[in-house]
């Protein structure tokens, strides 16, 4: 039997969910490790340049995102989401002794592949699994819940980078090996804590993979909706690298600039799982919009910015839409699908968000540098208006639950 909403607390959401939850908090805490200190290191320790550097990003990046549709249909086929996350955190452990012994930029660029084709195979599955094992009338928290796990792993790694660079006189070598340790716990944290999705242990008849491929036919109008409205939204997204562009045009100096990032982050730690609960009593799409209303006002901020403190309320604000939709949405893609086929959903979701974030980063670019900052960020605030007029086409959380 569900436990009523009002009854429960964190701390009785599933165990799995729990589980899930731990596993990224300690990949994210590697992957900030890695992923903060390998474009410096590569640059001023091997001497690569600044632009194959980018080439690089853009590659493995790229294969991260188009991995992610793969692993979803694939966690769908099998009928088996764990398996699945077991060989990608593997992958993930696997890749961290080769940013310590890499004696160039091959080897960090295989490091890198394989890192990102691990985070392609877990994100499907994961937040499938997530999914299938959240109680319906929990769905919203226990979404909040990953997302801020998550989010206390990058803190933490974050954390753990200024400490060791601090005491190993920025040993990288020693610092990359310190990595390797929190995907492993990861790895056993998942086989022993987490457990297969319920479509794990029912009788299924055998068909081809590509017969399977035919049943995203049955993903319904609504799903549809709702990657409509993400991707349009996701329009108004782009690196936190315009954040700090434009906090170094107001006046921010080079020391003051991660404040940006850490309010960024404090905000969408402290908003996720609220929000997530709060959407499980309420109809998901009020504080859907209320997070793209939050969007608009960000990018307002930022446009208008005559000072640091426009900066900064901006990137708080952007926080806080950050831990509100972010979630949310993945909740509203659970909401509507059904469990043989969910990680199709969200490996198409995915596929339709990395365009989106793409298109997004490339446009704001241009106009960041061939026209004006303001004009980039009132367009962003633009995408997000339009996601808002849209957003009453997407079928209300209440009625799906009844």
């Known amino acids: 039997m569900e436990q009523s909403i009002e009854k429960y607390s964190v701390f009785s959401l599933p165990k799995s969910i729990w589980g899930i939850g731990l596993v990224t908090l300690l990949v994210n805490l590697s992957s900030v490790i890695i992923f903060s200190l390998s474009p410096i290191y590569l640059t001023t320790v091997l001497g690569v340049s600044t632009f194959d550097l980018g080439i690089l990003e853009g590659f493995v990046e790229a294969t991260s995102w188009f ?10 086929y099998l009928y088996r989401r764990k398996p699945i996350l077991v060989f990608a955190y593997t992958l993930s452990a696997l890749s961290r002794p080769i940013f310590a012994i890499a004696p160039s930029l091959g080897w960090i660029a295989g490091a890198r592949l ?54 190993t006189n920025e040993n990288y070598e020693v610092i990359f090996w310190a990595a390797a340790v929190p995907p492993i716990l990861a790895v056993l944290a998942l086989i022993f804590f987490v457990k297969d999705s319920p479509i794990a242990g029912r ?39 315009y954040m700090i562009l434009q906090g170094t045009h107001q006046g921010l100096s ?20 609220p929000m997530g609960r709060l ?30 403190s426009f900066v900064l309320l901006g990137a708080s604000l952007w926080g806080v839409q950050m831990g509100m939709t972010q979630s949310l949405l993945l909740t509203k893609v659970a909401d509507t699908t059904f469990t043989e086929i969910r990680g199709t959903g969200f490996g198409i ?16 670019g241009w106009i960041f540098t ?22 009453p086409f997407i079928e209300s959380s209440q009625k799906a639950k009844r």
């Open 67 to 76: 991995t992610r549709i793969f692993a979803g249909v694939l966690s769908d």
């Open 114 to 167: 394989i890192d990102r084709i691990s985070n392609g195979l877990q994100a499907t599955p994961r937040e499938a699994l997530v999914g299938d094992l959240a109680p319906k009338n929990l769905k919203g928290a226990c979404f909040g819940l990953r997302q801020t796990l998550s989010m206390v792993g990058s803190f933490a790694g974050a954390g753990v980078v200024m400490f060791l660079m601090h005491h």
């Open 203 to 241: 009788h299924h008849a055998k068909i081809s993979f590509w017969a399977h491929l035919k049943h995203a036919r049955h993903l319904n109008k609504q799903y549809w909706r709702v990657v409509l409205v993400a991707g349009i939204f996701m329009l108004s997204n782009y690196s936190g690298a």
């Open 254 to 273: 080079p020391s003051q600039v991660p404040i940006l990032m850490v309010l960024q982050n404090l905000f969408a730690f402290a908003s996720a799982y």
């Open 279 to 308: 959407s499980d009593r309420f109809d998901r799409r009020i504080l859907i919009g209320v997070g793209f209303v939050i969007t608009i006002i960000s990018n307002a901020s930022f446009a208008m910015a005559h000072g640091p």
């Open 349 to 364: 979701y995915y596929l339709i968000i990395g365009v989106a974030i793409f298109l997004s980063n490339t446009i704001t």
């Open 370 to 391: 061939h026209k004006s900052p303001s004009l980039a960020f009132w367009l962003s605030a633009c995408a997000a208006g339009v996601a808002l007029i849209l957003l």
